[in-house]
T-cell receptor
Framework: AQSVTQLGSHVSVSEGALVLLRCNYS??????LFWYVQYPNQGLQLLLK??????LVKGINGFEAEFKKSETSFHLTKPSAHMSDAAEYFC?????????????FGKGTHLIIQP | GAGVSQTPSNKVTEKGKYVELRCDPI?????LYWYRQSLGQGPEFLIY????????DSGLPNDRFFAVRPEGSVSTLKIQRTERGDSAVYLC???????????FGSGTRLTVV
């Protein structure tokens, strides 16, 4: 069975500082991996996805993530945090591209941006 | 429509009552998914439709939960004999191709009192 672990339920960074949100997964087959962002009282918005092409994936709003098979990780980074990045971030895994088996989500990381 | 629409946005019901939650997917999206998000948790998969049929309902927690998609577009999630533990945000998503990622609706916040 697949699973996702997000280290740190809350992460606080200063505006302009590096953002690093950690995600480790377990999967019995090469996974599809996703990062989603959720703003208060809104649905989830796809930030980026890994689908077995390039291991460094660039997404929207300046975010990127690197797939590291040896570490079973898919950490999300952004070089310089902006106040508008404050939100809940979810890492998710699918073993079949999110089609037949849905996505398995982590518990989420709440990103706080300090002015 | 332009996005995935879920109605109502909020629903308060009494324990033991029956509720229906509606999802209107993006036009042309054949795949539709329901998830449940409890407070402080990530979304949990409930059921997946491909067209009119439920291709995977392994996430439904028990037989009080049921979902339909009779014409391959709008879907309704039905919960019988609601319990306080059913309180959560119910999210719907649709997709043209699963690996491309879903488009999520804003969810229905269900509160059972």
């Amino acid at each position: 069975a697949q699973s996702v672990t997000q280290l740190g339920s809350h992460v606080s960074v200063s505006e302009g500082a590096l953002v690093l949100l950690r995600c480790n997964y377990s999967s019995s087959v090469p996974p599809y991996l996703f990062w989603y962002v959720q703003y208060p009282n809104q649905g989830l918005q796809l930030l980026l996805k890994y689908t077995s092409a390039a291991t460094l994936v660039k997404g929207i709003n300046g975010f990127e993530a690197e797939f590291k098979k040896s570490e079973t990780s898919f950490h999300l980074t952004k070089p310089s945090a902006h106040m508008s990045d404050a939100a809940e971030y979810f890492c998710a895994v699918s073993e079949r591209g999110g089609g037949a088996d849905g996505l398995t989500f982590g518990k989420g990381t709440h990103l706080i941006i300090q002015p | 429509g332009a996005g995935v629409s879920q109605t109502p946005s909020n629903k308060v019901t009494e324990k033991g009552k029956y509720v229906e939650l509606r999802c209107d997917p993006i036009s042309g999206h054949t795949a539709l998914y329901w998830y449940r998000q409890s407070l402080g948790q990530g979304p949990e998969f409930l059921i997946y439709f491909q067209g009119t049929g439920a291709a995977d309902d392994s996430g439904l927690p028990n037989d009080r939960f049921f979902a339909v998609r009779p014409e391959g577009s709008v879907s309704t999630l039905k919960i019988q004999r609601t319990e306080r533990g059913d309180s959560a945000v119910y999210l719907c998503a649709s997709s043209l191709r699963g690996a491309d990622g879903y488009t999520f609706g804003s969810g229905t916040r269900l509160t059972v009192v």
